[in-house]
């Protein structure tokens, strides 16, 4: 029985589709370091000395991940899959924690723009495909060349996940009524 090995093209696109997710935190988080340390001491789980490291480190290991998971060599490519499986699920971690400390009130520190997210159960869920998706990454590559039409293939897969992406964020981020009525 063969081992689990992962189409060329739809490599490329999940690697690409989670390295541009990290690149995108990384600059997010860069562009205004205060805020996010003010946001890792919210979750409360690093003693306050190392706060100050932590905040600028996630943002270093998040550039350092998007760049690793472009490398295309099969070692390489591997370890740098695991390690953003590793990141999200520090990341869920850390959610859990806090969900089960009963503090839903804490911005989660992952959006994009200035408003404030909330942790919740579905950064859980959100966090666990992740990971999924990084091991999925980290399978051996089947031996088929990339041919032009994959191109094609990777920019499709690409722009209908960050669409994807985008609208679920957009819809986590919508508030309910909890009382299941109809608007």
Request: net charge positive; with cysteine; charged share 15%.
């Given at each position: 029985?063969?081992?689990l090995?992962?189409?060329?093209?739809?490599?490329?696109?999940?690697r690409?589709?989670?390295?541009?997710?990290?690149?995108?935190?990384?600059?997010?988080?860069?562009?205004?370091?205060?805020r996010?340390r003010?946001?890792?001491?919210a979750?409360?789980?690093?003693?306050?000395t190392?706060?100050?490291?932590?905040?600028?480190?996630?943002?270093?290991?998040?550039?350092?991940?998007?760049?690793?998971l472009?490398?295309?060599?099969?070692?390489s490519?591997?370890?740098?899959?695991?390690?953003?499986?590793?990141m999200?699920?520090?990341?869920?971690?850390?959610?859990a924690v806090n969900?089960?400390?009963?503090?839903r009130?804490?911005?989660?520190g992952c959006?994009?723009?200035?408003?404030?997210?909330?942790?919740?159960p579905?950064?859980?869920?959100?966090n666990?495909?992740?990971?999924?998706?990084?091991?999925?990454?980290?399978?051996?590559r089947?031996?088929r060349?990339?041919?032009?039409?994959?191109?094609?293939?990777?920019?499709?897969a690409?722009?209908?996940?960050?669409?994807?992406?985008?609208?679920?964020e957009?819809?986590?981020?919508?508030?309910?009524?909890?009382?299941?009525?109809?608007?």
């Amino acid at each position: 029985m063969s081992a689990l090995q992962i189409d060329p093209a739809i490599d490329v696109a999940i690697r690409g589709g989670l390295a541009l997710l990290f690149a995108a935190a990384a600059l997010h988080k860069l562009r205004d370091l205060t805020r996010f340390r003010a946001i890792v001491v919210a979750y409360e789980v690093l003693p306050s000395t190392l706060v100050s490291a932590a905040a600028p480190l996630v943002a270093a290991c998040e550039a350092a991940l998007a760049v690793g998971l472009l490398f295309p060599a099969d070692t390489s490519r591997t370890v740098w899959a695991l390690a953003a499986a590793a990141m999200f699920a520090l990341y869920a971690v850390a959610i859990a924690v806090n969900l089960y400390r009963g503090r839903r009130d804490i911005d989660c520190g992952c959006g994009f723009g200035t408003a404030s997210e909330k942790i919740g159960p579905a950064l859980l869920v959100r966090n666990a495909f992740l990971v999924t998706v990084a091991l999925w990454a980290s399978a051996p590559r089947a031996a088929r060349s990339l041919v032009a039409l994959d191109a094609f293939t990777v920019f499709a897969a690409l722009a209908g996940s960050a669409l994807l992406y985008a609208a679920s964020e957009k819809l986590r981020g919508l508030p309910s009524s909890g009382r299941g009525e109809t608007p």
